[in-house]
């Protein structure tokens, strides 16, 4: 069955610092994958995502992300994080499976301090 | 452009009452409907979906039904709240399977 990981529940990273979120998912075939962002209270706004082609993916509010298919893996990352970015990140994978199914995972929640 | 509304933002109801929440979305059609319960501190959870005016998929048996009387009209009811259907109500649409989805703001949906 068709699944999404996101080991991290919460994050903690100092203004100025890297970031990195971590995403693995479960998938019989090449997954379209999405990353989404929640602030408090609010609906989810698409930060990027990944259908096919260049396994580097540049999104919104300076982020990227990598498809890594050897693992499995989908990570976002961001060089250098703003106080603005404190939110709730979801990772999310299409299914193709006859369904118009996302899968998404449980969500990491970013803290950024000052 | 697209927009998609919700309402109401928030609702504080009894259990036993009867829901409804409305989503509506503009600028497109024939959309894709989405209706998805995001419970304190799980992922989002699919609900419904619909591909067309009549035409309900349910992922998860519940209390809860939808409908779709209007192209961008996507309505999600209930006769009798429980307590467990407390939580942050969405709904996305998109164009194509697989595509992106876009969301609308949410109810959050307290039960007491």
């Known amino acids: 069955a068709q699944s999404v990981t996101q080991p991290d529940i919460h994050i903690t990273v100092s203004e100025g610092a890297s970031l990195e979120l971590r995403c693995n998912y479960s998938y019989g075939a090449t997954p379209y994958l999405f990353w989404y962002v929640q602030s408090p209270g609010q609906g989810l706004q698409l930060l990027l995502k990944?259908?096919?082609?260049?396994?580097l993916v540049q999104g919104i509010k300076g982020f990227e992300a990598e498809f890594k298919r050897s693992q499995s893996s989908f990570n976002l990352r961001k060089p250098s994080v703003h106080w603005s970015d404190a939110a709730e990140y979801f990772c999310a994978v299409g299914s193709t499976s006859g369904t118009y199914k996302y899968i998404f995972g449980t969500g990491t929640r970013l803290k950024v301090l000052a | 452009s697209q927009t998609i509304h919700q309402w109401p933002a928030t609702l504080v109801q009894p259990v036993g009452s009867p829901l409804s929440l409305e989503c509506t979305v503009e600028g497109t059609s024939n959309p894709n409907l989405y209706w998805y319960r995001q419970a304190a501190g799980r992922g989002l959870q699919l609900l419904f979906y619909s591909v067309g005016i009549g035409q309900i998929s349910s992922e998860v048996p519940q209390n809860l039904s939808a409908s779709r009387p209007q192209d961008r009209q996507f309505i999600l009811s209930s006769k009798k709240l429980l307590l467990s259907d407390s939580g942050f109500y969405l709904c996305?649409?998109?164009?194509?399977?697989?595509?992106?989805?876009?969301f609308g703001p949410g109810t959050r949906l307290t039960v007491l």
């Open positions: 996305a649409w998109n164009l194509a399977v697989l595509d992106t989805q876009y």
């Open positions: 990944y259908f096919s082609g260049d396994t």
